[in-house]
């Protein structure tokens, strides 16, 4: 079985392809349709691997959220913070 398909359905389907295309274009047609699958299969692991990239670098907004949450935990900081902004007021 390949695929989910018998023995019997390969061979149905290879008579109608023969029917179809005749002798002479089926291996052309088999040539084309096995670079169309690996073009294919090369753009998914391409894009697959764009996206475990993607995935793997923090996005700018996550650093900055991490930034201010650590700002945050800092009471230095917010103390300063309070000291500046009733200055400026």
């Known amino acids: 079985m390949i695929g989910g398909l018998g023995v019997q359905e390969l061979l149905i389907v290879f008579i ?3 029917v179809l295309f005749g002798g002479r274009k089926l291996p052309e047609v088999g040539q084309n349709l ?3 699958l690996r ?3 090369q753009a998914e692991e ?3 691997r ?3 990239e993607a995935a793997k670098e ?3 907004q996550d650093q900055e959220q991490q930034a201010t949450q650590a700002d945050q935990k800092k ?3 917010n103390a300063e913070k309070q000291k500046n902004e ?3 007021a």
Request: aromatic fraction near 4%; proline fraction near 8%; charged fraction near 35%.
């Open 39 to 41: 073009g294919f299969r």
């Open 46 to 48: 391409e894009t697959r």
């Open 75 to 77: 009471p230095e900081n």
């Open 86 to 88: 009733s200055a400026e």
């Open 34 to 36: 096995g670079k169309a």
């Open 58 to 60: 923090p996005s700018t």
């Open 50 to 52: 764009e996206l475990e």
């Open 16 to 18: 109608i392809a023969l």
